[in-house]
């Protein structure tokens, strides 16, 4: 019996098979990050996105895909040497992960994998518990994507940070001001076919909650790149509050809160999302 991963589930105290495959996924996610820890990987790349907000910032819910940036662009950059760490970590706790690089049929500056497991097969291997077990579909493919920015906007600051379960290892993240202008990038410019990703909007409430200033240097470079704003263009904290006005005029705010309470860890209620609470959280900035 695996008692540290064991024990790393009942920590959750899961109460149905999704809070299980939730527990899975981010046991899975810590492991992604030490096997990458103990390659050179942090020394050209950095953790960045909803999951390193969750992980080392405190946000309330899950996030599915493991998100890098290159600390400079490098075209040539590939995951598979990297590949070899992640399988030796988890089979270090008795885990058998088939990691697959994406082969890419179109060129794109963004290097893919995933990490994947059957849940059932991998916790019978495991003796784990059967009130766990049980919760669990036999036919269950767990994956867990990752995926690294090659050619990045610059701007962003790093710091180290350190997961601590199942083991310690240090991970370099974007801090917490370039996290929020990479939230406010996909706030502005994140297009998803009619729909509206309603964890971006979460993660809004969270940064405002926190008064946490975002990094404009690196949200102008990014906004440049996606050609929201030009080289030549004013861009500062006005200019800022002025775009996401707009943007909030045009959101359903019903698909905002049907989306956001999919993810969220602890019961929160939602209901009161709303266009005038956002636009509040503008004059809150």
Not at 92 to 115: D, H, M
Not at 131 to 153: M, Q, R, W
Not at 246 to 258: A, K, Y
């Amino acid at each position: 019996m695996n008692t540290v991963i064991e024990q790393l589930i009942d920590n959750y105290n899961p109460k149905n098979s999704e809070e299980v495959k939730n527990a899975i996924r981010e046991i899975t996610q810590s492991i992604v990050l030490i096997g990458l820890s103990r390659s050179d990987f942090f020394s050209k790349a950095s953790f960045y996105g909803g999951t390193a907000l969750r992980i080392f910032y405190g946000l309330n819910r899950y996030s599915e895909d493991l998100d890098f940036t290159l600390n400079m662009v490098d075209v040539s950059f590939s995951l598979e040497p990297y590949i070899e760490s992640i399988r030796n970590v988890a089979k270090s706790y008795g885990i058998e992960l088939n990691i697959e690089v994406r082969n890419k049929k179109i060129e794109t500056p963004i290097e893919s994998a995933f990490a994947k497991l059957s849940t059932y097969q991998t916790f019978i291997s495991l003796n784990i518990d059967d009130k766990i077990t049980k919760k669990l579909h036999k036919d269950e493919i767990l994956k867990v994507k990752f995926e690294v920015d090659c050619t990045p906007s610059l701007g962003f600051n790093i710091e180290s940070k350190w997961i601590t379960d199942p083991e310690l290892a240090a991970v370099n993240v974007l801090d917490i001001e370039s996290l929020f202008a990479g939230k406010l990038h996909a706030i502005l410019c994140r297009s998803y076919k009619g729909t509206v990703k309603g964890r971006d909007y979460y993660d809004f409430i969270f940064y405002i909650n926190k008064r946490v200033k975002p990094n404009l240097q690196y949200l102008r470079n990014k906004l440049i790149e996606s050609k929201k704003i030009s080289e030549n263009d004013e861009f500062n904290m006005d200019v800022l509050k002025n775009m996401l006005h707009e943007r909030f005029n045009q959101i359903d705010f019903n698909q905002v809160r049907s989306d956001a309470q999919r993810f969220v860890m602890k019961n929160e209620d939602l209901s009161l999302y709303c266009k005038e609470l956002f636009i509040d959280c503008i004059n809150r900035m």
